[in-house]
C-alpha cells in the first residue's frame, strides 16, 4: 500500500522559516521524481519544486533562492527547506511522487504565513 505523509506545516512570521517532511512508503521511491506543491484558497494548484532521482533539481520562479528540496532515499523521504517566507506562500503545501506510469499524492500540510 502506498503512503504519502507530509508533515511540518504550521504558523509562522513572515521572513521565518519552516521544513517540511514527506515520507513515501510503498513505493521504489529511488525511481520517482518528488515534488511538493502548493494550492492557496481561490487558486490553482502550482508546482513549486521538485527533484529528480540523480538530485537534480527545478524551483518556481517565485521560491528561488528562498526555498531548498532535498531528498534522501535511505529514508524514503523527500523535505523542502522554506526560507524567508512571505504571506504569499501561504497555502496547503502537497507532496507528489511521480513516476512513469503514475503518481501518488499526500493530504497535504497547512503552511500559514502571518504576524
Known amino acids: 500500500q502506498v503512503r504519502i505523509t507530509e508533515s511540518g506545516g504550521g504558523l509562522v512570521q513572515p521572513g521565518g522559516s519552516l521544513r517540511l517532511s514527506c515520507a513515501a512508503n510503498g513505493i521504489a521511491f529511488s525511481d520517482y521524481i518528488m515534488g511538493w506543491y502548493r494550492q492557496a484558497p481561490g487558486k490553482q494548484r502550482e508546482l513549486v519544486a521538485r527533484i529528480f532521482s540523480g538530485g537534480t533539481t527545478n524551483y518556481a520562479d517565485s521560491v528561488k533562492g528562498r526555498f531548498t528540496i532535498s531528498r534522501d532515499n535511505a529514508k524514503n523521504t523527500v523535505y523542502l527547506q522554506m526560507n524567508s517566507l512571505k504571506p504569499e506562500d501561504m497555502a496547503v503545501y502537497y507532496c507528489?511522487?511521480?513516476?512513469?506510469?503514475?503518481?501518488?499524492w499526500g493530504q497535504g500540510t497547512q503552511v500559514t504565513v502571518s504576524s
Open positions: 507528489n511522487a511521480g513516476g512513469l506510469s503514475r503518481e501518488y
